[in-house]
Antibody
Framework: EVQLVESGGGLVKPGGSLRLSCSASGFTFSDYNMNWVRQAPGKGLEWVSA????????YYADSVKGRFTISRDNANNSLFLQMNSLRAEDTAVYYC???????WGRGSLVTVS | DIQMTQSPSTLSASVGDRVTITCRAG??????LAWYQQKPGEAPKVLIYRASNLETGVPSRFSGSGSGTEFTLTISSLQPDDFATYYC?????????FGQGTKVEIK
């Protein structure tokens, strides 16, 4: 069974930093591009970032470009999102999402206040 | 970025009703479209992928159609468990985009 488990969320002050992690299991992690998608409280879904299988390419939404960095560790089946210069508008549940017929984690709440 | 326009934003319906949600892409996305169902406090659940393919385990009352720029999600006979918010998503490029969501409410 595919499982994606996010961790690292919490409360941080504006301007602060946070690093999210996603632990993957139940599939060959290195075969899939991976993504982060977020959802602000009471709002819709917003794609944040993507990384290709061998970390050759990373892509970012304009809203986070220059502040967030996506990375992965294929040896340990892990995905990361380093979030710097956090703003109130970054407050959201952050989901780790596998490409293909997508698989989603349960999400990790980040609150910037 | 490819804009996805979903309608309606809210839909009031009764159990047993046939329900249709529409999603329009700002440019052709071929069939690279998925539909999701989301309930409060839960992650989105994929219902349909590649515009018309039913995900394993999803009831057959859900169906998807369309290609290019116009897509439709249909629930043939609405059930109590179907009251939720639905999103379309394009994945024709690495830069995914989602529709604004359609909340299906009890009439």
């Amino acid at each position: 069974e595919v499982q994606l488990v996010e961790s690292g969320g919490g409360l941080v002050k504006p301007g602060g930093s946070l690093r999210l992690s996603c632990s993957a299991s139940g599939f060959t992690f290195s075969d899939y591009n991976m993504n982060w998608v977020r959802q602000a409280p009471g709002k819709g879904l917003e794609w944040v970032s993507a990384i290709t299988t061998r970390s050759s390419y990373m892509y970012y939404a304009d809203s986070v470009k220059g502040r967030f960095t996506i990375s992965r560790d294929n040896a340990n089946n892990s995905l990361f999102l380093q979030m710097n210069s956090l703003r109130a508008e970054d407050t959201a549940v952050y989901y780790c999402v596998r490409e293909g017929v997508t698989k989603w984690g349960r999400g990790s709440l980040v609150t910037v206040s | 970025d490819i804009q996805m326009t979903q309608s309606p934003s809210t839909l009031s319906a009764s159990v047993g009703d046939r329900v249709t949600i529409t999603c329009r892409a700002g440019q052709s996305i071929s069939s690279w479209l998925a539909w999701y169902q989301q309930k409060p406090g839960e992650a989105p659940k994929v219902l349909i992928y590649r515009a018309s393919n039913l995900e394993t385990g999803v009831p057959s009352r859900f169906s998807g159609s369309g290609s290019g720029t116009e897509f439709t999600l249909t629930i043939s006979s609405l059930q109590p468990d179907d009251f939720a918010t639905y999103y379309c998503q394009q994945y024709s490029s690495y830069f995914w985009t989602f529709g604004q969501g359609t909340k299906v409410e009890i009439k």
